[in-house]
């Protein structure tokens, strides 16, 4: 089985979200599992190289606004694993990302995969989110035989540009029904095109594959998706146990595994109490939230609202996160005012997260929507229980009053309530607590699981694959 990814960032390479991650560890998955898998991604001047040596492997030309341009496909390997890393360099469309810089790369990889110029032909090209978007159009409509699946890590980013873009790749748009249909706006929606193109399309998590169908979820393309739905499955993503083991992070104070995990946590959660100068006491509980700060998605409101009523005396909270400014202000004045029982930390530091998955009691994930959601399978592999919303996987990865908290409504007031359930748990049942810390430090998260289910995926559009 040979497959193509093509994504625009890739840890540790360039990294703005956890499609990062995704394109680092399901490849690495996968290539275990005897898939012959290999990475493209543009060049960008961001982009570093840990001090990997690039080889050059092909130049060639494209046609983009009119103009030959000139492309460099240069090859990398991942640092741990021999898994081939392309990367196209043109300084003129993908040194610094654009609005071109997503229809000049989608074109390039089309040109790449139509010539042969990797001299690899890979069965599938496994595309991922609006910046590969334009692939599945472009082989559809030139008929090149590759079969493709996109993956929807979230609708709501979609990738919506002037049609004037489209047009600079020297498509013939009159040929395709729904740039017809776009172009009534003036605009062209990348992921739409790779939704309705593409032969397979999975959000990552079953649950999010389900919410897209609706009006709530569906960011306007609900419909759409609704007509192409015996297409669209969801597979829920998984973390890098690797990176990810308490017994092994260099970051926490005191390692520990499932076997002491009870006592490690106490060792930590003090070691995490006297950094933030709060109460060094076990018998308050320490509360964390992990994020970026964007309003429209990972519940800042309801939890702010939250913070602000209950009695913080009887709590601790540990904010970290940074995004829109107005949010940063708001956290910054909590902390400001009750510094013995709120930390609000501004500046994303790897160090202090996984020093709040080790030390806190619980971690709130109070997301309005959450297509899959890493950092509750990172909390519950340092045996942290979250206290989140049941949307997207958030619902798949996170078995009520088992191993963590769940509350369906949005609303600050259900926050509250199931956040003040999991702390009289916590004060007065501590053999249940234990025994959900375990639940959750046992719960398989492993990369290898998902890769089972995109294999199978694979397997719809190629026919069977034996990966034993």
Request: hydrophobic residues 40%; aromatic residues 12%; glycine residues 6%.
């Amino acid at each position: 089985m040979k497959v193509l990814f093509a994504v625009w960032e890739l840890a540790p390479f360039f990294q703005v979200g956890g499609l990062g991650d995704v394109a680092k560890s399901l490849p690495k998955s996968l290539h275990r599992l005897r898939v012959d898998v290999r990475v493209i991604l543009p060049f960008y001047k961001a982009l570093k190289l840990h001090k990997l040596q690039k080889k050059e492997i092909k130049k060639f030309t494209v046609i983009y606004d009119g103009k030959k341009e000139e492309v460099v496909i240069y090859q990398i390997h991942f640092l741990d694993e021999n898994i081939p890393v392309y990367i196209l360099k043109n300084e003129k469309w993908i040194d610094i990302p654009s609005r071109d810089t997503f229809a000049f790369y989608d074109l390039c990889v089309y040109e790449i995969l139509k010539n042969n110029h990797l001299s690899w032909t890979p069965e599938v090209v496994h595309c991922h989110d609006h910046h590969a978007g334009l692939i599945p159009l472009l082989i559809k409509h030139n008929n090149l035989k590759f079969k493709t699946l996109l993956t929807i890590h979230n609708l709501n980013h979609q990738g919506k540009y002037s049609i004037n873009v489209i047009k600079r790749t020297g498509l013939d748009h009159s040929k395709c029904r729904v740039i017809q249909w776009e172009a009534k706006k003036k605009q062209i929606n990348f992921l739409l095109e790779g939704i309705i193109h593409a032969d397979l399309v999975n959000a990552v998590s079953p649950t999010y594959a389900k919410e897209i169908l609706t009006e709530e979820y569906g960011c306007g393309l609900d419909e759409i998706i609704r007509n192409e739905g015996q297409k669209i499955s969801g597979i829920l993503n998984g973390i890098d146990y690797d990176s990810r083991d308490p017994a092994k992070d260099k970051n926490i104070s005191f390692n520990y595994g499932v076997d002491k995990a009870i006592e490690g946590k106490k060792l930590n959660k003090t070691f995490l109490q006297e950094k933030l100068g709060f109460t060094i006491s076990d018998e308050i509980p320490l509360i964390g939230f992990i994020g970026r700060f964007e309003s429209k998605q990972k519940g800042l409101d309801i939890m702010h609202k939250m913070i602000r009523r209950v009695n913080l005396q009887k709590f601790q909270f540990v904010i970290l996160g940074q995004g829109e400014v107005e949010w940063e202000d708001q956290f910054l004045w909590l902390a400001s005012f009750y510094k013995k029982n709120v930390s609000y930390i501004s500046v994303f530091d790897k160090r202090i997260a996984s020093q709040i998955y080790a030390g806190a009691d619980f971690l709130l994930v109070p997301s309005k929507f959450e297509p899959c959601g890493l950092i509750q399978m990172i909390a519950m592999r340092y045996g942290t229980l979250p206290i989140a919303r049941a949307t997207g996987g958030l619902k798949n990865s996170i078995d009520d009053k088992i191993n963590g908290f769940l509350f369906k409504k949005y609303s600050s007031f259900e926050l509250e309530k199931t956040m003040k359930k999991a702390v009289e748990i916590w004060k007065n049942d501590k053999k249940k607590i234990n025994e959900m810390i375990l639940n959750a430090m046992k719960k398989d998260f492993t990369w290898d699981k998902s890769a089972r289910e995109y294999i199978k995926l694979y397997n719809k559009l190629v026919g069977n694959f034996d990966n034993k």
